[in-house]
């Protein structure tokens, strides 16, 4: 049985990038992640360190930040829509957003058998909300805010899928057309009873 990281390791961990899982510490603190299975060394310069699965497995285990947090602790956050306190707009947020999904490609890339882009990755299969809006927002979808109505992605009952909520039908059909080009699987459906139109989005698998 693999022994558990010591609490320093645990802290290099915790303090992965949360799409990539690009790692940074010691020499010595990352090869003893590369011996435990918990990190890999990519082979291409400049030989950066990523969580494995089991990594990420650990990371995961470590309550996340609350999302009304996320403003002041600097961990990256993609825009579901809706929220009370949401990061502010402009050139930074633009050039994060940017880095973000650069980062799920090639997070994408480096997890896939045939290092195919564009199909989802287990990360985001694991965080369906956080993924589906980082895929909108990185395709300049505006999200729902103080400042106007926008998109709106939700968890759903249903495994695998989200619910997104746009303010008219040409939105909604901008998300869809989005999320498919990103891996996705969207059909629009109705609320029963309110008759509220809304995407099912799915990481597609092949």
Do not use: K, N
């Not at 990519?42 to 990420?56: E, I, M, S, V, Y």
């Not at 990371?59 to 609350?66: G, I, L, S, Y």
């Not at 490609?105 to 369906?128: F, I, K, N, Q, Y």
């Amino acid at each position: 049985m693999t022994r558990p990281p010591t609490a320093a390791q645990r802290r290099v961990i915790e303090a992965a990038d949360p799409v990539t899982g690009r790692l940074r510490g010691t020499q010595s603190q990352l090869a003893a992640l590369v011996r435990q299975g918990l990190a890999f060394r990519h082979p291409r310069p400049p030989h950066d360190h990523f969580l494995t699965p089991a990594g990420h497995r650990i990371r995961e285990a470590v309550p996340e930040v609350p999302a009304e947090r996320v403003a002041d602790t600097g961990v990256f956050a993609a825009r579901v829509g809706g929220e009370e306190e949401p990061p502010a707009s402009g050139p930074a947020r633009l050039r994060e957003v940017h880095s973000a999904w650069q980062g799920l490609l090639e997070l994408r890339r480096m997890t896939s058998a045939d290092g195919a882009v564009d199909r989802p990755c287990g990360w985001e299969r694991a965080h369906l909300v956080r993924a589906a809006a980082l895929a909108l927002e990185a395709a300049g979808h505006r999200p729902a805010g103080g400042d106007g109505d926008g998109y709106r992605v939700r968890a759903t009952p249903q495994p695998e899928a989200v619910a997104v909520y746009a303010p008219d039908p040409p939105a909604l059909t901008a998300c869809a057309a989005t999320l498919e080009r990103a891996g996705w699987q969207a059909g629009e459906y109705s609320e029963p009873r309110t008759g509220v139109r809304y995407l099912l989005a799915s990481p597609r698998r092949v």
